[in-house]
């Protein structure tokens, strides 16, 4: 991975190859994160508070980075804002649907099951009440209205439990350091995912502080330095005493309203008490069993940021496909996959009802590759080629159709 640089890095060199570190990374429900810090690239200019906004020390970038990489918060609670607006048309529940749908295969097919319900962060509001006590005890709470649905992780043992349909998951909690066995939901998680993303196409700087939580905070910002990216910035806040993120915003290139701002609204370190992650199936409840499709002992595959960390890489991509292969570098980065089905998009007939609506949301695009629909949201979009290709990325319309004539 390059360096991570800064714009208000003063006389450093981009082409050098810097001095790196390896810091323990904060850790609760979560991998151990190493990041590499390029002493001589990064952010050398500390930030100043603005009116109204906590006087901390100054502190540079690169500091405030080593800051986060050397936190080692164990115990914790406290509740999280999650809010998503990927701009897709309301559904009217129909999109939870879709996702749960596409997710099932990988599931046991449980309405507890943690892959498939917590999918449903993926679009509008939701409240999470979180506690983690080392890194073999953590609790998350989706709470609804008039019902709550929980992923308990004690030991080796993983339980959702939703208490709408009084339906339990139970699994086994992956072997090694590596704990993280759902999606990312809290704050760290997603800043995680980020700064394993951050490369020599990246700027980082530090913006100021601010208050969360009723803690006070440095903000850490990162922007993309390449164009054609449809990611305008990411803003960290970052607890000043334990360097942990408490609040993540990813803003569009677009302008408007944040893609994911993911926050917590209350939050103490203290140790949460050991009934916090004590489970006990309810008396009636449907017991499901999850199948364990890594294998045992198999290490968790770290979520990777859209767009970034996948170059050079191939591997299994979608189920029937040869890919992905990755074009381009850095924030602009296309994943392609080769389905092998002729013929772009299923309709009619062929797709039945559900392919024929998501036909209807697509745009049709044609070019040197032929013709194809591109489905577009405010952060990833995707081009699906009628030559059975698939391109799909953190970036605009036209760099997908510009990558398939590329790859025709």
Not at 78 to 102: I, N, W
Not at 388 to 402: H, I, N
Request: proline share 5%.
């Amino acid at each position: 991975m390059a360096p991570y640089e800064s714009d208000d890095a003063q006389g450093a060199d981009r082409g050098e190859e810097a001095r790196s570190g390896r810091r323990k990374a904060a850790r609760y429900a979560v991998p151990v994160v190493v990041v590499g810090v390029a002493a001589a690239t990064i952010g050398l200019v500390p930030a100043l508070a603005d009116s109204g906004d906590p006087d901390l020390p100054r502190i540079t970038a690169q500091q405030l980075i080593q800051k986060i990489a050397a936190s080692d918060v164990q115990r914790l609670s406290g509740t999280v804002k999650v809010s998503t607006d990927l701009g897709l048309p309301d559904l009217g529940g129909l999109e939870s649907g879709l996702t749960s749908g596409m997710t099932r295969g990988a599931g046991s097919g449980s309405a507890a099951d943690p892959q498939t319900r917590l999918t449903e962060l993926v679009t509008g509001t939701h409240t999470l009440r979180v506690a983690a006590d080392g890194p073999d005890r953590q609790k998350l709470s989706l709470v609804e209205q008039g019902a709550e649905y929980s992923v308990i992780h004690n030991g080796k043992d993983v339980w959702g439990y939703d208490s709408k349909s009084n339906q339990v998951s139970h699994g086994t909690a992956p072997a090694g350091k590596d704990r993280r066995a759902e999606p990312p939901a809290t704050p760290k998680d997603f800043a995680d995912d980020a700064l394993k993303s951050v490369d020599d196409t990246t700027s980082v700087t530090v913006d100021g502080t601010a208050h969360v939580a009723g803690r006070d905070a440095y903000k850490l910002l990162i922007k993309p330095r390449q164009s054609g990216t449809t990611v305008g910035a990411i803003s960290i806040a970052v607890d000043a005493r334990t360097g942990m993120p408490l609040k993540f915003t990813l803003t569009p290139k677009s302008g408007g309203a944040a893609v994911l701002d993911a926050g917590f609204t209350e939050v103490s370190f203290a140790r949460p008490a050991a009934s916090a992650f004590a489970f006990t199936p309810p008396k009636g409840a449907k017991v499901t069993e999850r199948e364990d499709t890594r294998g045992k002992g198999a290490p968790h595959k770290d979520t990777q940021w859209p767009g970034k960390g996948l170059e050079g890489t191939e591997g299994k991509g979608l189920e029937g496909t040869a890919g992905p292969t990755v074009l381009g570098k850095g924030w602009t980065s296309i994943a392609v996959f080769d389905t092998g089905a002729k013929g772009g998009l299923p309709t009619g007939a062929k797709g039945g009802d559900a392919a024929g609506f998501l036909g209807s949301l697509g745009d049709k695009v044609s070019g040197k590759f032929g013709k194809g629909t591109v489905f577009s949201t405010r952060l990833v979009n995707a081009l699906i080629t009628d030559n059975g290709k698939v391109y799909a990325g953190a970036v605009t319309k036209d760099a997908l159709v510009r990558a398939a004539d590329a790859g025709k």
